[in-house]
């Protein structure tokens, strides 16, 4: 993702997330871009990855930004799919899991897990790559081929899809956004005005459709419900 798309990103997830310093539990959170930003913004994260070379460079990162934001982040090595047993049941309160839905063979399992980690009423960041952008993005490009792949399925997710997920997780969504839908890589290095103009129009249209179901990345924003769904071990 680009400077741009990150910073319009981590500006709605700062808007979801209950204020700080509530404790947030990054699912799949790698080097720490996404936790270190808000810990520099008052929260409390706690990193779980499988990766000890990514949670390594998350460690460094927080160093890097100094002592009192290295405090309020901490690190797991660990499955995301496992997080009541990590962290303890219904402790955070809120969860933010980017990237990594649309990459896993389970995915009721991670939200299952998802859910169990929070409290009733937490918050849950989700954002994944939006399948429909896939497909618009081949087909404008001329492979049909592609973009009939995309159609059909894939790694990515349409917003639909991410909504009957998250039901049946025992969520509820409050909004849904898109993130890119006119801003790509290269828009990183516009001057100033045209820089504040871009991230208006982002602005004005991640929530409005069709904008929204065109953006290259999909954030979803959901609060778990009180009753607690069976996570996968309750059936052994």
């Known amino acids: 993702m ?3 798309g990150f910073e319009l990103l981590c500006g709605q997830v700062l808007e979801a997330l209950p204020a700080a310093p509530a404790t947030v539990v990054d699912a799949g959170g790698g080097t720490g871009q996404l936790a270190v930003a808000l810990a520099r ?12 070379a990514m949670l390594a460079t998350c460690a460094q990162r927080a160093a890097d930004a100094g002592g009192q934001v290295a ?3 901490a690190i ?16 955070q309160e809120a969860a933010v899991c980017h990237d990594l839905l649309t990459r896993v063979d389970d995915r009721a399992a991670l939200l299952a897990s998802l859910a169990g980690v929070l409290a009733p009423g937490g918050v849950l960041s989700l954002g994944f790559a939006n399948r429909d ?6 087909g404008r490009r001329g492979d049909h081929a592609a973009a009939l792949r995309a159609v059909g399925g894939g790694e990515a997710m349409t917003l639909a ?3 009957t997920e998250l039901e049946k997780a025992g969520f509820g969504l ?19 005005d045209e820089l504040a103009t871009l991230v208006e129009l982002e602005r004005l249209v991640a929530g409005r459709e069709p904008y929204r179901s065109s953006a290259r990345t999909l954030h979803l924003v959901a609060r778990c419900r ?8 309750d059936r052994l």
Not at 41 to 52: K, W
Not at 174 to 192: C, E, I
């Open 174 to 192: 409050v909004t849904a956004s898109g993130v890119g839908v006119f801003a790509d890589a290269g828009d990183d290095d516009l001057d100033p």
């Open 161 to 163: 899809e991410a909504e």
């Open 133 to 138: 952008w896939l497909a618009l993005r081949a």
């Open 71 to 73: 405090a309020r982040v």
């Open 226 to 233: 009180v009753f607690r769904p069976e996570l996968p071990g």
């Open 76 to 91: 797991v090595q660990g499955d995301a799919a496992d997080l009541p047993d990590l962290l303890g049941p219904g402790g």
């Open 2 to 4: 680009s400077r741009l």
């Open 41 to 52: 913004h008052g929260y409390r994260v706690t990193v779980v990855d499988t990766s000890a």
